[in-house]
């Protein structure tokens, strides 16, 4: 599902009951001369489905009910939470759902009239739902999440996992304006209390500082003299750089930058230690500056061998095979260094799924064009994946054998090309001659 603006369908119900109308004429009576009706006689009309209706509400948190959603089909919600509409009746309210169907990034507050109540199911315990149902998506789905984010929650036990989503239950910030988008968020971010009051926050696109109103964003972008990210470019190809900010160095950009990430990162925590971390920030160029369409970040020192710690694309820049170059820049950078990397465990189902076709196109083009035998410790020499992943991703395609003692590489072209179509495009290549950069140990 991509982001689009967030408009809550307010459907219109019947008409209500005018309190003038009168009954109709029974079969047995003068429809042409009604029954007169003393003055102060009130009259009630019966409906007991509307009278039960009205019994269940407020809904309770929990309560399972199909919603009418943008695309104007009814889909199966639970009630995540619940709010007073202000100056309203006892019963009027406004809910926060979660399709389960969806992921929790279309997670939204709606109106009554889109529930149908017809089929509310009692509310139940709160309890960890198995993730896998909030992930039925088509594979065109998938295919469009795919490049967005690549951490999960699978390190989590039951008790961890219930203690997050409650935390982090409902968004905080409904939408950013970043440049000439106005982006809606997918999830939670920790901002700080004094933002507990904004659905929109407004981002200087350069510095990443965010402001409660838009003449304050009029004012600072006229002192703000930043045209691109903070830190040095490291790389340039056609309209493309590639800046790299050391979160030492630059504070205050790496937090907002946290900050920012996490409205559309599903994580466990958010990173506020950035001294640790470089981000390398890439933008697309044109006369008015840099403008962010993605980052990742790693740690300077892992001893794990990690190259790659967090990594975003942007909504508005998503489907353009961003997400695939950012994963191929962290390993031209691990190239740089002389060492084999692999991106910060766990990953998610769709976290792997990118990993696995970067991972299968780079080898596979290798196996391509290699004449003779190569070993797995060849294929990580040769492209900084570690051999883990390389023994992997090769199992995952029926590809290795175990013959006498060794794994042996079995791989005809027809097979190598079938998998090479399924792994599909590779995104926006890296050219390595415009990278111009030290590794931070040289730094230091």
Not at 46 to 69: A, F, N, Q, Y
Not at 92 to 111: A, G, S
Not at 285 to 305: I, L, P, Q, T, W
Request: some cysteine; overall charge neutral; aromatic content about 10%.
């Amino acid at each position: 599902m991509g982001s689009s603006a967030n408009t809550e369908t307010n459907g219109t119900g019947p008409p209500p009951s005018s309190s003038n109308q009168k009954p109709p004429a029974t079969n047995g009576g003068d429809s042409s001369h009604p029954s007169p009706l003393a003055s102060d006689q009130a009259i009630v009309v019966s409906d007991p489905s509307k009278k039960r209706k009205m019994g269940m509400l407020p809904l309770e948190v929990g309560t399972r009910v199909m919603c009418r959603w943008r695309d104007g089909k009814h889909h199966p919600v639970k009630v995540i939470e619940r709010r007073r509409i202000q100056n309203g009746g006892p019963n009027d309210y406004e809910y926060y759902v979660h399709y389960t169907e969806f992921n929790r990034r279309l997670d939204e507050w709606i109106h009554l009239d889109q529930l149908d109540l017809d089929s509310v199911e009692c509310a139940v315990d709160e309890k960890v739902e198995d993730k896998v149902t909030s992930l039925k998506m088509t594979r065109h789905q998938k295919r469009k999440i795919d490049e967005t984010h690549v951490e999960g929650h699978e390190e989590l036990d039951a008790a961890s996992l219930r203690e997050h989503e409650e935390f982090t239950k409902v968004k905080n910030i409904a939408t950013i304006e970043l440049g000439k988008y106005e982006i809606e968020t997918w999830y939670f971010s920790p901002f700080p209390p004094e933002y507990n009051d904004c659905v929109k926050l407004f981002f200087c696109e350069f510095c990443l500082n965010f402001m409660k109103r838009k003449e304050q964003l009029q004012r600072h972008m006229r002192k703000c003299d930043l045209k691109h990210p903070p830190g040095d470019e490291i790389y340039r190809s056609g309209t493309l750089s590639m800046f790299e900010v050391d979160g030492k160095k630059n504070k205050v950009f790496a937090q907002n930058l946290c900050y920012l990430a996490k409205l559309f990162l599903d994580h466990k925590t958010l990173y506020y230690d950035v001294d640790l971390f470089l981000f390398y920030v890439l933008c697309e160029c044109d006369d008015r500056g840099c403008h962010m369409v993605g980052y990742f970040s790693k740690e300077k020192h892992s001893e794990e061998a990690y190259n790659l710690a967090c990594i975003l694309t942007l909504p508005p820049y998503q489907r353009k095979g961003y997400g695939k170059f950012l994963i191929a820049f962290s390993y031209e950078l691990s190239k740089k260094e002389g060492k084999v990397g692999t991106p910060e465990r766990p990953l998610s189902d769709l976290g792997l799924l990118s990993y696995r076709g970067y991972w299968t196109r780079v080898l596979l083009d290798i196996l391509k064009k290699h004449k003779g035998n190569i070993s797995i410790k060849e294929l990580s020499d040769m492209t900084a994946i570690k051999a883990e992943d390389i023994l992997s991703t090769l199992q995952s395609l029926e590809l290795i054998q175990y013959r006498k003692g060794q794994h042996v590489i079995c791989a005809g072209p027809k097979v190598l090309d079938r998998h090479l179509k399924a792994a599909g495009r590779g995104g926006l290549d890296v050219d390595v001659s415009k990278l111009i950069w030290t590794p931070y140990k040289d730094q230091s």
